[in-house]
């Protein structure tokens, strides 16, 4: 498939995050006040329609529609899920974003979502400029066709 | 239906199984595991020759191609719901910080610098974690996922309590 037709596997994400209130100050607030279990109660159902499909991809042979093969990347385990969780989650709080809803948030006329996406590829490119200093670790994912 | 779609909120019941089945169409018909994070490294090893980003995961096209359809696709949500109107307002923030949009604005890069960094010491974000690893079953990702939604309680109580809200 050509890269250029993810724009459109982007714009329903775009779309979906947003009419799912994910894009939503209030709803993220809520949800980290335990007061409004709506994300929650989303992302959990996300998980389990995707694992239903994945599912059904891998009984038939984990191939596209047009039969190429699927590659899903693997997230292999490392300590820095719990670091990197943590510090992540602290992000999110402050900003009440993350890298998808940030750029959706701009798409839908909230002009703060600048600062977070400018905030986003500065704290990703300062790890990248550590980690570098530091010795590169091994990618996170793992790909390969069947999970 | 227009309404249903456009306009009145979606139902977690709605919403999530729409969230799963986008995750579920990326692979199907593009035969990839979405993950938007990722992305914002791809922009760094275009406009970088940082070691880090030689990686061959940000070398990727169709992570570009994806996230610059995230923005059309909130602006495309919010205009044919009649509720595009650009501007700096941002919720229930606009209070705790009382409307000042040079606080938002350290807030937020702070808090997206941190939400920059975390995602690439945990290895992905919400939708490549969160979504996609948990589906496939990978422990990294519901361990990540509990850090995201730990430490997103812990600090947000701890930003309220500070700034008083």
Request: hydrophobic share 50%; aromatic share 12%; proline share 4%.
């Amino acid at each position: 498939m050509p890269p250029w037709r993810f724009l459109v596997f982007g714009t329903l994400f775009g779309f979906v995050l947003s009419r799912a209130r994910a894009t939503d100050y209030d709803t993220i607030a809520g949800m980290f006040r335990l007061t409004d279990l709506h994300l929650m109660f989303v992302i959990g159902l996300g998980i389990g329609t995707a694992a239903l499909g994945f599912w059904l991809l891998r009984r038939t042979g984990n191939r596209t529609l047009s039969g190429q093969p699927i590659a899903l990347g693997t997230k292999r385990w490392h300590r820095g899920a719990i670091g990197g969780g943590l510090l992540f989650g602290a992000g999110w709080a402050l900003s009440g974003a993350c890298p998808g809803t940030s750029l959706a948030q701009f798409g839908e006329g909230k002009l703060v979502a600048l600062f977070t996406i400018a905030g986003i590829l500065a704290g990703t490119y300062a790890y990248g400029l550590v980690r570098s200093k530091l010795g590169t670790p091994a990618p996170t994912i793992r790909v390969r066709p069947a999970v | 239906m227009y309404d249903a779609i456009f306009v009145t909120a979606w139902p977690w019941w709605v919403a999530g199984p729409a969230l799963g089945l986008v995750v579920f169409l990326t692979a199907w018909l593009g035969g990839k595991g979405l993950g938007v994070s990722t992305a914002y490294g791809s922009v760094c090893a275009l406009t970088s020759r940082v070691p880090f980003f030689a990686a061959k995961e940000y070398r990727e096209a169709w992570r570009l191609w994806f996230v610059l359809g995230l923005p059309i696709g909130g602006a495309v949500a919010f205009l044919l719901g009649g509720r595009f109107a650009p501007g700096w307002a941002y919720g229930g923030l606009d209070g705790l910080v009382a409307g000042s949009l040079p606080a938002k604005a350290g807030l937020l890069f702070v808090g997206g610098a941190l939400v920059g960094a975390g995602a690439r010491w945990a290895g992905g974000c919400p939708s490549g974690h969160s979504i996609v690893g948990i589906a496939q079953g990978s422990i990294a990702s519901l361990v990540a996922t509990a850090g995201f939604m730990l430490g997103g309680v812990v600090v947000f109580n701890l930003l309220v309590a500070v700034l008083g809200g």
